[in-house]
C-alpha cells in the first residue's frame, strides 16, 4: 500500500512538471552565430557566417514514463486523491500573425544605393510572411532619424527653396515630423519622398489593410541622403514610452500581444550613438516585457571587420551594430555590400515565423 501511495504521487508531480511551456526566456550576453536562414536546438551549439549573427536557444524536452499496471488492491484501502487539478492547456497561443516592423534607415550621404536595395527586397519578404500566417497583422513604421524638417539652412531662403527639394516650402509640418523616433510620413531630402506619405491608418505607421502596401511602403522608407545616422540611438527613442505611450507620436505601434521586429540600416558602425550595444539590446528586450523571445533583430552594416568582407578589409575595429546583433537571441547581421538584401529578409523571416510560435503574449 504504501508503495502504491507513492508511484501515485511521484506519477503526479511528474505530470505537473511535463505540463509547463519548457521555454527559456530572457537576455543573453553570449556571443554566438547562427547560419543565415537556419537555426538550433540547444544551447550546446554554434556557427558563423558573414551574414548572420545571433544565438537561437530552445529548450530540450524531456519525457516521463509511468507504470501503466493496474492493480487489484480495493478501493476501500486506497486513500482518495480528490479530483486531480487541471494544469491548464499550457501558455497561450503565438503571435498569430501579429508583428510589429520598426526600420530605422540611415540617410547617410552614400546610403541611396543601400535604400534602393532595401525598398527592392521588401515585397517579396512581406510575400513569404504572408504565406506563413493566415491573418498577417502588421504594423510597420519608419522613424526619423534626422529629427528636423528641412535642412535648417534653408530656412528664409525663399528665392531658392523651389530648386531645393530638402526643404518642402509652402508645406506646415505637423508637430511629429521633427521628433527623433517618430514615425515619419515626410520624408525630406535629395533623393528622399518629399511628399506627404498616403498612410490609410491615418497614423504615422502603416496597419494591416494599407492599399498598395509597397507603394507605402516606398514611400516611408525613402529617406533621402540628409546625412542623418545614428539608427541604434534613433531605435531606442522610436520605442520610449513618451513616443509610444498615450498622446506620443507613435501611439498604439507597439502591441503587446505582436512580435516585434526591428530592422537597422545603416553603412558604419554606428559608434556615435548614445549608450552601448549592451543598453540597445535591453531597449529590445523591455519593450517587449522582459521577453527576449519576442524580438527578432535585423542589422544590415558594413562587414569590413570579418576576413574575406564584401566591403573590404579593416579587421580589429569595433562595430558596435554587430555586437547588438550577438546580444539578441534571434537575429541577422547582413553586409550591406551585398547585391541584394534578400537572403537577409529571408532569414529573418524564417527567425520570425519560428519565434512567433513560441511567443507568449505578456
Same mark, same amino acid.
Given at each position: 500500500?504504501?508503495?502504491?501511495?507513492?508511484?501515485?504521487?511521484?506519477?503526479?508531480?511528474?505530470?505537473?512538471?511535463?505540463?509547463?511551456?519548457?521555454?527559456?526566456?530572457?537576455?543573453?550576453?553570449? #556571443? &554566438?552565430?547562427?547560419?543565415?536562414?537556419?537555426?538550433?536546438?540547444?544551447?550546446?551549439?554554434?556557427?558563423?557566417?558573414?551574414?548572420?549573427?545571433?544565438?537561437?536557444? /530552445?529548450?530540450?524536452?524531456?519525457?516521463?514514463?509511468?507504470?501503466? /499496471?493496474?492493480?487489484?488492491?480495493?478501493?476501500? /484501502? @486506497?486513500?482518495?486523491?480528490?479530483?486531480?487539478?487541471?494544469?491548464?492547456? %499550457?501558455?497561450?497561443?503565438?503571435?498569430?500573425?501579429?508583428?510589429?516592423?520598426?526600420?530605422?534607415?540611415?540617410?547617410?550621404?552614400?546610403?541611396?544605393?543601400?535604400?534602393?536595395?532595401?525598398?527592392?527586397?521588401?515585397?517579396?519578404?512581406?510575400?513569404?510572411?504572408?504565406?506563413?500566417?493566415?491573418?498577417?497583422?502588421?504594423?510597420?513604421?519608419?522613424?526619423?532619424?534626422?529629427?528636423?524638417?528641412?535642412?535648417?539652412?534653408?530656412?528664409?531662403?525663399?528665392?531658392?527653396?523651389?530648386?531645393?527639394?530638402?526643404?518642402?516650402?509652402? @508645406?506646415?509640418?505637423?508637430?511629429?515630423?521633427?521628433?527623433?523616433?517618430?514615425? $515619419?510620413?515626410?520624408?525630406?531630402?535629395?533623393?528622399?519622398?518629399?511628399?506627404?506619405?498616403?498612410?490609410?491608418?491615418?497614423?504615422?505607421? #502603416?496597419?494591416?489593410?494599407?492599399?498598395?502596401?509597397?507603394?507605402?511602403?516606398?514611400?516611408?522608407?525613402?529617406?533621402?541622403?540628409?546625412?542623418?545616422?545614428?539608427?541604434?540611438?534613433?531605435?531606442?527613442?522610436?520605442?520610449?514610452?513618451?513616443?509610444?505611450?498615450?498622446?506620443?507620436?507613435?501611439?498604439?505601434?507597439?502591441?503587446?500581444?505582436?512580435?516585434? *521586429?526591428?530592422?537597422?540600416?545603416?553603412?558604419?558602425?554606428?559608434?556615435? /550613438?548614445?549608450?552601448?550595444?549592451?543598453?540597445?539590446?535591453?531597449?529590445?528586450?523591455?519593450?517587449?516585457? %522582459?521577453?527576449?523571445?519576442?524580438?527578432?533583430?535585423?542589422?544590415?552594416?558594413?562587414?569590413?571587420?570579418?576576413? %574575406?568582407?564584401?566591403?573590404?578589409?579593416?579587421?580589429? $575595429?569595433?562595430?558596435?551594430?554587430?555586437?547588438? &546583433?550577438?546580444?539578441?537571441?534571434?537575429? *541577422?547581421? %547582413?553586409? #550591406?555590400?551585398?547585391?541584394?538584401?534578400?537572403?537577409?529578409?529571408?532569414?529573418?523571416?524564417?527567425?520570425?515565423?519560428?519565434?512567433?510560435?513560441?511567443?507568449?503574449?505578456?
Amino acid at each position: 500500500m504504501v508503495r502504491l501511495v507513492t508511484l501515485i504521487a511521484v506519477s503526479l508531480s511528474a505530470a505537473a512538471c511535463n505540463n509547463g511551456d519548457g521555454q527559456q526566456t530572457g537576455f543573453s550576453s553570449s #556571443i &554566438t552565430t547562427v547560419p543565415q536562414g537556419t537555426s538550433s536546438s540547444g544551447s550546446g551549439t554554434s556557427s558563423s557566417t558573414s551574414s548572420s549573427n545571433g544565438s537561437e536557444d /530552445s529548450a530540450a524536452g524531456s519525457s516521463a514514463s509511468s507504470d501503466s /499496471s493496474t492493480s487489484t488492491t480495493s478501493s476501500s /484501502s @486506497v486513500p482518495d486523491l480528490g479530483t486531480i487539478p487541471d494544469a491548464g492547456d %499550457g501558455p497561450p497561443p503565438g503571435c498569430k500573425g501579429k508583428v510589429d516592423f520598426l526600420f530605422t534607415i540611415s540617410s547617410a550621404p552614400t546610403m541611396e544605393v543601400k535604400q534602393a536595395r532595401l525598398k527592392a527586397s521588401f515585397s517579396s519578404f512581406m510575400a513569404t510572411l504572408e504565406s506563413e500566417f493566415a491573418d498577417f497583422d502588421y504594423h510597420i513604421l519608419s522613424s526619423n532619424t534626422s529629427g528636423f524638417w528641412g535642412y535648417p539652412s534653408c530656412v528664409g531662403c525663399q528665392d531658392v527653396c523651389e530648386d531645393l527639394p530638402e526643404y518642402p516650402c509652402g @508645406v506646415s509640418p505637423e508637430p511629429c515630423d521633427s521628433i527623433r523616433g517618430a514615425g $515619419v510620413t515626410y520624408p525630406i531630402g535629395k533623393h528622399a519622398s518629399n511628399e506627404r506619405c498616403e498612410l490609410a491608418s491615418g497614423l504615422r505607421y #502603416i496597419n494591416a489593410g494599407q492599399p498598395m502596401l509597397e507603394d507605402a511602403f516606398t514611400c516611408i522608407a525613402s529617406m533621402g541622403i540628409n546625412g542623418a545616422d545614428g539608427v541604434a540611438e534613433t531605435t531606442v527613442l522610436a520605442l520610449a514610452d513618451d513616443l509610444d505611450g498615450p498622446g506620443g507620436c507613435n501611439e498604439g505601434f507597439l502591441r503587446a500581444d505582436a512580435l516585434l *521586429v526591428v530592422v537597422a540600416i545603416q553603412d558604419t558602425y554606428d559608434n556615435f /550613438s548614445d549608450g552601448t550595444p549592451e543598453d540597445w539590446a535591453a531597449t529590445l528586450v523591455e519593450a517587449k516585457g %522582459g521577453d527576449a523571445d519576442a524580438v527578432v533583430l535585423l542589422v544590415i552594416s558594413t562587414d569590413i571587420d570579418l576576413p %574575406g568582407a564584401l566591403c573590404g578589409n579593416t579587421i580589429g $575595429v569595433e562595430h558596435n551594430l554587430r555586437t547588438w &546583433t550577438t546580444l539578441m537571441p534571434h537575429s *541577422v547581421f %547582413g553586409s #550591406i555590400c551585398a547585391e541584394g538584401y534578400g537572403d537577409y529578409f529571408a532569414a529573418a523571416a524564417a527567425k520570425i515565423t519560428e519565434q512567433c510560435e513560441v511567443f507568449a503574449p505578456q
